[in-house]
């Protein structure tokens, strides 16, 4: 009959490893979570909201029906794959919620922008400048009132 303990790896490996498990303790202390300014949470409302003002106004200059989506979260993603003409602007909307699948649906958000600023005649290159923090208001803000 062969026996478990007849393999040199499992003397070895496990049998000097579980006491080091065993011995563990649970610790009740709570990691320490980090305090979030008002600033912080001022500057990102800010930043949202004049975001949602220039899509807004771009969805107006391409005649969009129901520009407003551009202030809800979700619709706004849906308002932006319908105003680029996307097949199944309803699909991508709920797979861009999906974790995981949501990098193929943000890849599918980029190519609506691409879309939108050929649309309205801007180079698509100006997306690139998005890379830089802040930068992405400046470029939205000139799409949306030039």
């Known amino acids: 009959m062969l026996y478990l303990s007849e393999f040199s790896w499992v ?3 496990i049998g000097m490893m579980l006491p080091i498990f065993l011995a563990q303790e649970a610790t009740t202390e709570l990691p320490e979570v980090p ?3 008002p600033t912080q949470i ?3 409302l800010i ?6 003002f220039f899509c807004y ?11 407003w ?3 809800i979260p979700i619709l706004g993603t849906y308002i932006n794959f319908k105003a680029a003409d996307e097949e199944n602007p309803v699909l991508w909307t709920i797979l ?3 974790p995981c699948i949501n990098i193929i649906a943000s890849i599918k958000l980029i190519m609506a922008w691409v879309r939108i600023f050929k649309k309205l005649e801007k180079s698509p290159w100006l997306l690139l ?12 803000g000139y799409v949306a009132f030039t």
């Open 11 to 13: 003397n070895s490996a």
């Open 35 to 37: 305090e979030v300014e």
């Open 42 to 44: 001022g500057s990102g």
């Open 47 to 52: 930043g949202y909201l004049i975001m949602a």
């Open 57 to 67: 106004k771009i969805y107006q200059k391409l005649n969009v029906e129901n520009a």
């Open 69 to 71: 989506f551009a202030w």
């Open 96 to 98: 861009s919620c999906i």
């Open 129 to 140: 400048i998005c890379i830089i923090p802040c930068a992405v208001l400046f470029v939205f």
